[in-house]
């Protein structure tokens, strides 16, 4: 019932798609090297639009805050459960509309042979035409740059307020600190492709090690920050964290003891 623990169920949810893709796909290459184009591109659409919903709900998480702490009297109204509902909504029809564009595009340029072969599973050997790869180039430039500016946006505005308000304010100004560290790591992954070339100039027989150990620090790395960041660090997380751990009891009473403000 609190929007701000959907939008972080959204992100694990997200982080839980990408690694069972990645650790698939992993698992895979060294069994079987190369996979059917068509499956690998269905792979591809799942794990690219999850991979550009985390920035984005790292921006919506930051918009909560600057209206829980800005608006506090309106902050029920406007952060309700069906408009965070809608908002992740619209996050996946955006994730959706930077990849299946370059399915149709496909589509309608490959030979149906093409769909039917196998390739070793990455992007770049599955949608294969240049303008495709620049499309994407300035799609991810202009979102990243939004979400950026969404979090520098509410950072300042978070912070003049608390210069005159209470220890919450402060408290969420930390949270969208944490944000932009978030997706600081998230953008590790655009560095897998020219990490992986660097390497691969160096290291020319070694190919799958490579691609492990790429995808180990720009792809796992950072999915294994937010729990610690999201998760244990907030107040009623640890308390049903704890309550299950230990097989307590009084889960139905735990919102009733938290002091209001969801940021700690």
């Known amino acids: 019932m609190n929007p701000r623990y959907i939008l972080y169920i959204h992100l694990v949810i997200n982080d839980i798609i990408l690694m069972t893709l990645l650790t698939l796909i992993q698992v895979m290459s060294y069994i ?28 919506i998480m930051a918009i909560e805050c600057y209206v829980a702490v800005c608006f506090p009297l309106r902050h029920a109204q406007i952060c309700t459960v069906k408009k965070t509902y809608i908002v ?110 660097g390497l691969l100039y160096v290291f020319p027989q070694s190919i799958l090690a490579i691609r492990y150990f790429v995808t180990i620090i720009a792809n796992v790395m950072p999915r294994l920050v937010s729990p610690l960041v999201y998760g244990i660090r907030d107040k009623t997380f640890r308390r049903y964290l704890k309550m299950y751990m230990f097989c307590g009891s009084g889960h139905n009473d735990a919102f009733s003891r938290y002091p209001g403000f969801p940021y700690d």
């Not at 190369?34 to 921006?59: G, K, R, Y």
Request: aromatic share 14%; hydrophobic share 55%; net charge positive.
């Open 88 to 197: 992740i909504g619209i996050i996946w029809l955006i994730s959706a509309q930077s990849v299946i564009p370059d399915v149709f595009v496909a589509l309608a340029t490959e030979d149906l042979d093409f769909f039917h072969s196998r390739a070793f599973c990455q992007r770049k050997g599955i949608f294969r035409k240049s303008d495709i790869e620049q499309k994407n180039t300035v799609l991810n430039a202009v979102l990243m740059a939004i979400v950026w500016l969404t979090l520098i946006y509410t950072y300042f505005k978070i912070l003049f307020t608390a210069k005159s308000a209470s220890a919450d304010a402060k408290k969420a100004r930390n949270t969208v600190l944490l944000h932009s560290f978030q997706l600081m790591l998230s953008m590790l992954t655009y560095l897998y492709t020219p990490l992986t070339l």
């Open 32 to 59: 079987i090297y190369t996979f059917h184009v068509w499956l690998c591109m269905l792979f591809l659409i799942i794990a690219l639009s999850a991979d550009l919903n985390n920035p984005m709900t790292l921006a």
